[in-house]
T-cell receptor
Framework: DSGVTQTPKHLITATGQRVTLRCSPR?????VYWYQQSLDQGLQFLIQ???????AKGNILERFSAQQFPDLHSELNLSSLELGDSALYFC???????????????FGPGTRLTVL | AQKVTQAQTEISVVEKEDVTLDCVYE???????LFWYKQPPSGELVFLIR??????QNEISGRYSWNFQKSTSSFNFTITASQVVDSAVYFC????????????FGQGTELSVKP
């Protein structure tokens, strides 16, 4: 158990809908990262937050947004869902990561999103 | 641009065989970090090792060992005396520069260890 929690574990929804994925980092970790794992794209970095502020952005679609709250938990919002958004979404956390590369990231169990 | 290549898509071995998973990386950063993660069939990503670019010493942890060679931009992972429980997808990842802490992952190598 990495100490990172994600809810829900599974999510099934329809095209055009909006969903929210939630992540609680390990106790004391300030950085949260979101990744998408799909068969065609592999593991792709989406976005990073450090202590409530966006720190780095990757291949995140405009239909997706995220935020990190004062208690350091994070939410990833996916809207106008398409079939191709079906994937495993991981959250990871690290102790620092405030612009520093190399922090070890510990991953949550993931949320499997299925868009029908 | 940063890139990680795991050329072996799938490897199948029989229990007790040794197996090496290859990882080749590309980066222009002088300071960077390399990682290996394991993804068992249950789906979670489990951290195995972190190595920085200034430390080329090989590392051994039980049946696991890692060989880091900057000259060939490789960070290979060897499992000695493989076991069925080692069956998983293994990912090599790279982090570096001023791009925050994001990890660039390879495509993964699926290891199947048969009894």
């Amino acid at each position: 158990d990495s100490g990172v929690t994600q809810t829900p574990k599974h999510l099934i929804t329809a095209t055009g809908q909006r969903v929210t994925l939630r992540c609680s980092p390990r106790s004391g970790d300030l950085s949260v990262y979101w990744y998408q794992q799909s068969l065609d794209q592999g593991l792709q970095f989406l976005i990073q937050y450090y202590n409530g502020e966006e720190r780095a952005k990757g291949n995140i679609l405009e239909r997706f947004s995220a935020q990190q709250f004062p208690d350091l938990h994070s939410e990833l919002n996916l809207s106008s869902l398409e079939l191709g958004d079906s994937a495993l979404y991981f959250c990871a956390s690290s102790a620092r990561g405030g612009g520093l590369a190399g922090d070890t990231q510990y991953f949550g169990p993931g949320t499997r999103l299925t868009v029908l | 641009a940063q890139k990680v290549t795991q050329a072996q898509t799938e490897i199948s071995v029989v229990e007790k065989e040794d197996v090496t998973l290859d990882c080749v990386y590309e980066t222009r950063d002088t300071t960077y970090y390399l990682f290996w993660y394991k993804q068992p069939p249950s789906g979670e990503l489990v951290f195995l090792i972190r190595r920085n670019s200034f430390d080329e010493q090989n590392e051994i942890s039980g049946r696991y060992s890692w060989n880091f060679q900057k000259s060939t931009s490789s960070f290979n992972f060897t499992i000695t005396a493989s076991q069925v429980v080692d069956s998983a997808v293994y990912f090599c990842a790279l982090s570096g520069g001023n791009q925050g802490g994001k990890l660039i992952f390879g495509q993964g190598t699926e290891l199947s260890v048969k009894p």
